[in-house]
Structures are given as structure tokens and as C-alpha cells.
């Protein structure tokens, strides 16, 4: 029997509207169209575009393999995603609902994760005894929810205590998960300059409340050691909690972070040439130039300084104790990158991979400090025979003692002279007891000496054994969650409530102009239909026609 076919297409049927039967007894079909006007209200029209019969399971089931690679993937490229490789269109609502739906297949369910830190907690305490997890909780309407947590390894305080210079980094960044909490990080510096992350902890927002629980946690971890000094950014917050917690120490502010809010009211070529160079300074007479250079150009600029930044943010005000001659807080910076990736898991799963992203960070150090040989790292003493290359330095003189005075070369009695004491590890310059390391000056006299090494001169701050010393101890290694041993508080601990923000949820922080960012502002002034100028409206407009004004006034 033939059989033929007649193809309509949505061309000439928009509404989709049609039926199709077969003639009796014969080969042909017959199709009927509503001749009715129906527009908005057919429901098939309000179908059209979207496929309705995908739910969210499906969504789970298509992006969990995406997912696995990358937890970060917004609900908005997923939705492209599906629809390049699928050819449907999945509302927005449904692939986020499905988005989710995986997480919790990969992660577990994520009103469960908080509780589950208590699983962790006694993990921890069965693999690395003395390891550090305070979780701290408060009860509303009745349930008892998370509210913030710190989390320090045995290994890395060990460590820190006993083979790391006395200076932390502090600093905090945003989770991307559902729970839109802050990461802090206490860093520390190894011998190799290495990051060295000492202490972790989970706020929900950054308040003088949560810092200060913060920093008081991590005093109980590693008390106040000889020299400790403390380096944050310009927040209000964490500068509060170090100075109330760690009232004696050295607290310096991030110099980066200092230059980005001057520049916002201050700008020209001498804080170009002045601002950063009094930063790097560690002789007070250099820092006192550069910074009345600065105060003749413009001294309400030297005024917001004093008023606004009061934190140690040169080198030349610097103690010589903890051998760090840091400006900017890019420890914690490079922490905060180093777990970009992880920021958006539940808070056990982030826990734990933190946890083995530094066992395997441990052992790769460890390797490293099986091979070294000699005294001093090596990458100090390549340093030191850099700077050895055409110094240009003259000793005047040397007493027995080990004390000496030097100058630029073919400049004696019209240049700068500067003493240097070997006993003391000392220059007038002070390059060499704020860093530990041997300046230029020093170095010129140390190789002017027959027999004498600059290896036996340079801190133990440097030294291989405190590289060693630093990584001696172990992080721990444990088996996946479902393996962990039950644990009961008492109480079910409930996620934090959460707060809602306008707009999708952002996985990256906004960068201001001056970083490369966007500059432009929406403008809030309304614009005057008569002169079409910002900052009125036409019935006070002073610059347009009468007439139109009249006439405004008319129509109204």
C-alpha cells in the first residue's frame, strides 16, 4: 500500500495546534487546524522554547560528571552546556535545582555536612592527637545551627613553633558553596620562603565578634612567641581582633592594600615615585626623605596617612625580631588562590582535602629536605655569591673586634658610610638584622676577611636543619568520610541560616579600576527633559527654554 506524507511545519502552525487522522480506506491523512484565535493564553504557545519533560533528576544525572571536575560550575553554564550537547532548553531553575541534586550525590547532603564535622573531630582526634578543631554553635528557634570553626594540625603548629620565623599572615577569603561563609587563614613563612599554612577557621561574615573568636583560638594553639609578628590587610575587623588579642606584638598593614585606598583620593607622579620607595626603606633617614617629599607635594595626603593608617606599613619601622621583610600580605594571598578550587564543597569535604592537599604539600617537602646538603639553604647562599659580583664598596677600616666602616668605592669622605658589626650581625643600614641575611656592606667587609664564610653568617632562621625541623612532623592520613567513627554531641547540629543576596552567586571578587576593573558607575542623577542635563528636574531647570518649560507645565 502506498502511502504518502504531507509535512506541516510550525511555519505555517505556530500554535502547534493540529490533528491528524487517517482517511478511511484510503492512503491519505487528514489534518485539522484550530481556526480560532489563541494567542498567550494556549498553553501550548506558553510551552513553546522549553522542554517540559526534562525534570531535575535528569539535569543531576547529565552534570555530575561535570561536577566531579570542576564544583565551581555556576547553573548558568551548565544550562549552556546541556543545551549545545543536548539541543533543549532547561529553565534556569531546574538545571540549579539539579545542580544541586549532584552535590549532594557527590558530597553527601549538605544540611548533614555540619553536623558531620563532628565525625571529623573524632577522626582527627584518633589519627594526629593534639590536632586542633573547635566548632562552635548557637541555638535559634529552638535548633542548635553552626556558627563558626577553627581547625589547626598538630604538625603544622609543631612545625611553625619550632622550625618557622615568629610572623603570620592573616587574611580571609569567600566560600562559594551554599553557605556563603569566610575562610581565614593564619600563614606562616618557612626557611625556603615557602607558604607554610599554619591555622584555618570558618566565619560567617567578617565582624570584631568572629575575628576576635578567631584570634583567640589560635593564642590558645601557639601562644606568643618571641618576636611574633602579625601582617593583615586594611579590614577594620581583623586589625581589631590581632591588636586585642595580640596587644604586645608587631602588627603591620598590608601595603598593597594601603596603596589602593590612597590612590582612591590621592594621585601624581611623587606618591608614584615616593609612596612605595618609603615602604621598601629601612634606613629611617631614606624613609624620612622620601616621605617629606611626599608631605611637601600635598600634606593632606601625609594627614589621611597618619589619621587612617596607623599600622606599621615600612620597613624602616619594623622590628629586627621576626627576620621577615615582607611589605604585603601575599602569603595569605597565595593561600586564598591555592584553594580556590575547593572553596565551593560542604564544609567536612572541605576540611578533609584541605587536610590532604597539605599531606601531600608535607611529603613533597619532606623529599626536598632529604637532599639538601650544607648549612644554609641553598637558594640563600646563591644570593650571596649574586650580590658578591661587583659590589663597589671600600672598607676604610676594621678593628679587631669585627666592627668596620665602609663606603661607595672612590667616595671616601664624600659618600655615605655605613658601620658594620659582625658580633652583633649589624648594619647601620639595617638590611641585615631585619632580614637575617647579610647586606651588600656586610658582605663587602665578611669577604675582605681571610677564612671567613658567609654561610656563618646568616641567621638560623635559614638554616636546613630548621627546613627540616619545620616539616619533621606528620600530617595525617585518613580513609574517606563514610569510614569515619560516629560521633554524638548531644544534638543535632543544623546549617547556619542563610542570607539571601540579590543576583547570581559570585565566584570571584570584584576587582577595583585600578587592579583592571571596571571603572564605570551606573549614574543615579536624573537627566532634565528640558536642557538634558544631570543633577535636576524641569520644573527647577534654570538652562532650558521658558517656552518648554511652559509648555510642561500646561501638559501637567
Not at 597618619?306 to 599600622?311: S, V
Request: aromatic share 12%; hydrophobic share 35%.
Amino acid at each position: 500500500m502506498l502511502v504518502q506524507f504531507v509535512v506541516l511545519t510550525a511555519t505555517y502552525f505556530p500554535c502547534m495546534y493540529l490533528a491528524a487522522n487517517m482517511c478511511f480506506f484510503s492512503t491519505f491523512f487528514q489534518v485539522k487546524v484550530n481556526p480560532h484565535e489563541h494567542g498567550n493564553g494556549c498553553q501550548s504557545t506558553r510551552r513553546q522554547g522549553s522542554c517540559v519533560g526534562l525534570s531535575q533528576f535528569w539535569v543531576c544525572s547529565k552534570v555530575i560528571d561535570w561536577l566531579k571536575e570542576d564544583g565551581n560550575v555556576g547553573a548558568k553554564e551548565l544550562q549552556r552546556r546541556l543545551k549545545d550537547l543536548y539541543k533543549v532548553q532547561i529553565s534556569y531553575r531546574k538545571v540549579y535545582k539539579g545542580k544541586y541534586l549532584a552535590m549532594d550525590q557527590l558530597y553527601g547532603p549538605w544540611g548533614k555536612s555540619f553536623h558531620n564535622l563532628f565525625r571529623f573531630k573524632a577522626q582527627l582526634e584518633q589519627s594526629s592527637p593534639g590536632s586542633v578543631l573547635v566548632i562552635d554553635h548557637h541555638t535559634i528557634n529552638n535548633k542548635v545551627r553552626f556558627n563558626r570553626l577553627f581547625f589547626a594540625l598538630k604538625a603544622c603548629v609543631d612545625g611553625f613553633l619550632r622550625g618557622c620565623r615568629p610572623y603570620l599572615a592573616v587574611d580571609s577569603t569567600f566560600l562559594t558553596g551554599r553557605f556563603r561563609g569566610q575562610l581565614c587563614v593564619a600563614c606562616a613563612v618557612d626557611a625556603h620562603n615557602w607558604m607554610y599554612p599554619v591555622a584555618i577557621g570558618v566565619i560567617d561574615s567578617e565582624t570584631n565578634e568572629n575575628w576576635i573568636w578567631f584570634m583567640e583560638r589560635l593564642k590558645e594553639a601557639i601562644g606568643t612567641p618571641e618576636g611574633m609578628t602579625f601582617h593583615t590587610d586594611c579590614g577594620q575587623a581583623v586589625m581589631n581582633g590581632v591588636s586585642q588579642v595580640f596587644p604586645t606584638t608587631e602588627h603591620r598593614e598590608c601595603m598593597y592594600h594601603l596603596v589602593q585606598n590612597f590612590k582612591k583620593r590621592y594621585s601624581g607622579r611623587v606618591f608614584d615615585d615616593h609612596l612605595w620607595a618609603s615602604s621598601y626603606s629601612w634606613s629611617p633617614y631614606m624613609f624620612k626623605k622620601h616621605y617629606e617629599a611626599m608631605a611637601a607635594a600635598k600634606p593632606e595626603a601625609m594627614k589621611y596617612l597618619q589619621e587612617n593608617h596607623k599600622k606599621l606599613w615600612t620597613r624602616s619601622q619594623y622590628t629586627t625580631l621576626s627576620k621577615v621583610d615582607y611589605v604585603t600580605n601575599n602569603l595569605a594571598e597565595s593561600f586564598n588562590n591555592w584553594v580556590k578550587p575547593e572553596k565551593c564543597k560542604h564544609l567536612d569535604d572541605l576540611l578533609d582535602t584541605i587536610r590532604q592537599m597539605l599531606l601531600i604539600k608535607w611529603n613533597h617537602r619532606k623529599r626536598v629536605a632529604a637532599k639538601l646538603n650544607g648549612k644554609i639553604m641553598p637558594h640563600i647562599m646563591q644570593r650571596l655569591r649574586e650580590d658578591t659580583y661587583n659590589l663597589d664598596i671600600d672598607v676604610i677600616t676594621a678593628s679587631p673586634e669585627g666592627v668596620a666602616e665602609l663606603c661607595a668605592k672612590g667616595l671616601q669622605g664624600t659618600g655615605f658610610r655605613f658601620v658594620v658589626n659582625l658580633a652583633d650581625r649589624t648594619c647601620s643600614c639595617r638590611v641585615w638584622q631585619g632580614s637575617g641575611i647579610p647586606c651588600k656592606h656586610a658582605i663587602a667587609y665578611i669577604t675582605s676577611i681571610p677564612g671567613a664564610k658567609l654561610e656563618d653568617y646568616v641567621d638560623e632562621y635559614f638554616s636546613v636543619n630548621n627546613f627540616r625541623v619545620a616539616y619533621d612532623g606528620s600530617i595525617p592520613s585518613i580513609p574517606d568520610k563514610s569510614m569515619w567513627p560516629e560521633a554524638e554531641p548531644g544534638f543535632f547540629l543544623n546549617p547556619p541560616l542563610l542570607k539571601s543576596t540579590g543576583g547570581g552567586r559570585r565566584k570571584n571578587r570584584m576587582k577595583s579600576a585600578l587592579e583592571g576593573g571596571s571603572s564605570q558607575r551606573k549614574s543615579k542623577k536624573h537627566e532634565c527633559p528640558i536642557c538634558h542635563q544631570l543633577g535636576h528636574h524641569w520644573y527647577t531647570c534654570k538652562n532650558g527654554n521658558p517656552e518648554d518649560i511652559a509648555a510642561m507645565e500646561a501638559a501637567r
